[in-house]
Structure formats: C-alpha cells, structure tokens
C-alpha cells in the first residue's frame, strides 16, 4: 500500500538501460473505477498501464524515450479523472451528518493501482498522538465538491 503523494518528484527509470527518463509531477486519478490512472510527466499523461513496477524509489518503464508511451494531457481534467490536490483537505462526513476529519492521502495498491481508501486527517496534533484513520472505499456513498460523504 502506498500513498499517492509518495509518487510525486519519483524518477521514471528505463528497466533495461537504467536512463532516467523524467520525473513524475503529479498523479491522475480515476474516481469512476476507483483506481490510479496515470502519471504527469513533463506535462503530459503516462498512462498506468505503461509502467512496468511502482517502485519504492523510481517508477519503471520499458522504452527508451517517453514519447512512444505518453498521451497528451488537458490541464483542465474533467471527472471521473481527477488530481489528488483537488480532494486534499476536502471534509469526510458520515451519513448522519457528523464530519470526522479532512482528507490528508489517499492509499493506492501497489501492484494494481486499485484506490483502497483516503487517509483522514483531524489535525496535526491529533494526527500525532493517535495517529489517522482510514476510509475504505466501499465506505463512501458520495464524491461531492464540497464533502465526501460515507457510511457511519
């Protein structure tokens, strides 16, 4: 399980010739099938299914140049897709009204991008002490623009 700000500033690596081929900026998701779409790499899109491993320290792909792998990427990305930054401190409310924190990560399977759940935040101090929840996916009954809403 990794966070999706992890990825940010990770190089992508060519698997054979170990050229680093530029650096991930920043992170597309999809929140239609709940999974990570794809990587902004000099400003265009490297679709998830063209990286080979999520390494811990690079990403991997097989080509020599970026080019062949990219796809042209709107600035304006329109939903189902969507930038991390665009749900970061977003407020968590259950059913019943109750707002138990703020979106501070979200948490994506390693092997298949699959979204697994948003880390809530409720504060730097109480983050520290007891540490931060987690929302699993199946818990959210709502994406809005001003809440996401979950099953209490």
């Known amino acids: 399980m990794r966070k999706v700000s992890d990825f940010h500033n990770l190089p992508v690596i060519n698997i054979t010739s170990g050229n680093q081929l530029g650096k991930v900026e920043d992170v597309i998701l999809d929140a239609e ?3 990570l779409h794809g990587f902004v790499c000099e400003g265009k899109l490297l679709p998830l299914k063209q990286v080979k491993t999520l390494g811990k320290d690079a990403l991997m792909v097989e080509a020599e140049d970026l080019e062949p792998l990219m796809e042209a990427v709107n600035t304006n990305i329109n939903p189902p897709l969507f930038l991390p930054k ?3 401190a977003t407020p968590i409310v259950t059913d019943k ?20 759940g948003y880390e809530v935040s409720d504060g730097l101090l ?19 623009e001003d809440a996401i809403v979950i099953k209490e």
């Open 86 to 88: 665009h749900v970061l």
């Open 33 to 35: 099938h709940d999974i």
């Open 126 to 144: 109480k983050d520290l002490v007891t540490g931060r929840k987690v929302v699993s996916v199946p818990q959210i009954i709502a994406y809005g």
């Open 97 to 116: 009204g109750e707002c138990i924190g703020t979106v501070g990560d979200i948490l994506v399977e390693e092997e298949t991008g699959k979204i697994i």
